[in-house]
């Protein structure tokens, strides 16, 4: 885990004025900085540089140390043009290169010192709902189902969706630049390569055939630079003037067949530094027209940059897909609603009475907090023995929308450690710096379980708590604690696990 920021920690409504996302994509490194206008994003500036990150990752899926200078040479241009924005109006995120790069922390650590912001690495689908919000920004608010296709460097994301809202999210293992790899190496292009790379991708597809052909849509739209590149050359060759039909598709396959090799695609009008990947980009979106039985595709410019500054957006006037994502993990695995709510009033309650000794002052810390609480029996829907291992599991491995793979890693670890025996090896893949604020907010979530016991929920706000460095004392009103002689036990016994991490606590 590289972070223990999650994007904007404004504790106000307030939109900043100038907003920037930056995308760590597989080919591509794109930046966007927009101002807000009511609401709505003017864009004031775009960036990209093709990085093909994807490319520098061996056989053992280790970024080399070439592709990862690559990657900061051009976050370093970026980082000029985001001087005087604030930190929490910037939104970075990596997407398939850095979740399969075994030394992706290596990286975004570096990229975080360049760009003075957190970097998130964000999962497939999580890629696709951000790419769908800005497809959708970017479009009419028309009614009726879309399909959006966004054909990235190593996957490619499949979005349906009505209007702001999305009905099926897909990310599939497969991209231009790991294509370009496989069937079009040193640049050739042959039948046998290109009709190998689509029945790859037609096989890949077979996954999300069904599903996503039963719901249905009334228009197709692509969002990526593959198919940007794609839309443009079918018009210029006057294959189509109405955007990527199917027949258009299949002659402008024949005619890059025909080419033998990408050094010809120059002259075709394909843009140098996308040349190399053109093949395979193609090929992808051969095998989703036939798959899918695509009849025509449009272009949008929107895109998982855009998507990530629309995003932001939502969270600031607290419209955040993350609390809808919480409240659905709840009814899906039947949460003790009412008891989740009183252990989080009971956390909050010691949480605001501690955080500025402890240093937890960012609204970011009691996020954690509260969808730890509300979350923290989830694994009883498996086995209530060790089912704080079972939650922390299911947290850690689910797609869940809004939520990037460190922040899920954070709520786990909470979860993983929230009762039972708590031991440092819980966060031993965090740093110094992240473990500190990490394991208090485990002591306080503890803390509020072990007083909410009795689940009659009595116990949310009866004592005072104050702390320091290494040390915590609870002051119960006169009497309490001969009046409650099972939650004293509990304290007790808790003050000695608290002791195995170094902290003190005392009990009065």
């Not at 029945?199 to 996503?212: C, D, G, K, M, V």
């Not at 299911?394 to 708590?422: C, E, T, V, W």
């Amino acid at each position: 885990m590289t972070s223990l920021h999650s994007g904007n920690n404004s504790s106000t409504n307030e939109i900043p004025e100038t907003l920037a996302s930056i995308d760590l994509g597989s080919n591509s490194f794109h930046m966007v900085v927009g101002r807000t206008v009511y609401g709505e994003i003017r864009t004031l500036d775009k960036l990209g540089e093709k990085i093909q990150l994807a490319a520098g990752l061996d056989d053992k899926n280790y970024l080399s140390e070439e592709a990862q200078e690559r990657g900061l040479d051009c976050l370093r241009r970026f980082a000029q043009r985001l001087q005087g924005i604030p930190p929490n109006a910037i939104q970075v995120v990596g997407t398939n290169a850095l979740r399969v790069a075994k030394n992706a922390r290596e990286f975004t650590r570096k990229a975080e010192a360049v760009l003075g912001a957190p970097v998130e690495i964000i999962a497939g689908r999580e890629e696709a709902r951000l790419v769908y919000l800005g497809v959708a920004h970017t479009l009419a608010d028309d009614a009726g189902r879309k399909l959006v296709i966004d054909i990235g460097g190593g996957s490619t994301e499949f979005i349906i969706g009505e209007r702001f809202e999305t009905q099926a999210l897909e990310s599939l293992h497969m991209g231009c630049v790991s294509f370009r790899e496989r069937y079009f190496k040193n640049g050739e292009i042959t039948e046998k390569g290109m009709q190998a790379a689509i029945t790859h991708a037609s096989r890949e597809l077979l996954n999300i055939q069904y599903r996503f052909q039963t719901l249905g849509w009334q228009t197709s739209i692509g969002s990526s630079g593959s198919i940007k590149a794609i839309a443009q050359l079918v018009e210029s060759l006057g294959y189509s003037k109405e955007g990527i039909t199917a027949q258009s598709l299949n002659q402008l396959k024949a005619h890059v067949v025909s080419l033998g090799h990408i050094d010809q695609l120059h002259d075709m009008g394909v843009k140098k530094d996308r040349i190399s990947i053109f093949p395979s980009g193609l090929a992808i979106l051969c095998a989703c027209f036939e798959v899918l039985a695509i009849d025509i595709m449009t272009f949008a410019d929107g895109a998982l940059r855009e998507g990530l500054l629309y995003d932001m957006i939502g969270r600031i006037q607290h419209e955040d897909v993350r609390e809808r994502t919480i409240s659905a993990l709840q009814e899906r695995y039947r949460v003790d609603t009412p008891h989740a709510q009183t252990v989080e009033r009971t956390a909050m309650y010691a949480f605001r009475q501690v955080q500025h000794y402890w240093g937890l002052n960012a609204d970011f810390f009691a996020d954690l907090l509260r969808w730890s609480s509300r979350l923290h029996e989830i694994g009883l829907a498996i086995s209530h023995t060790q089912y704080h291992k079972h939650g922390a599991y299911l947290i850690k491995y689910s797609d869940l929308s809004g939520f990037s793979n460190q922040l899920q890693q954070a709520i786990a670890s909470l979860i993983r450690s929230h009762r039972r025996k708590l031991s440092a090896d819980i966060f031993s893949g965090y740093s110094d710096e992240q473990t500190t604020p990490l394991l208090r907010l485990s002591i306080l979530l503890r803390l509020a379980v072990t007083l909410n016991r009795s689940r009659d929920g009595s116990q949310s706000t009866t004592f005072k708590i104050d702390a320091n460095s290494d040390t915590l004392s609870l002051e119960f009103e006169p009497g309490w604690l001969k009046q409650h002689p099972l939650t004293r036990a509990d304290l007790e016994s808790e003050a000695e696990q608290l002791k195995a991490v170094g902290y003190t606590l005392s009990i009065s």
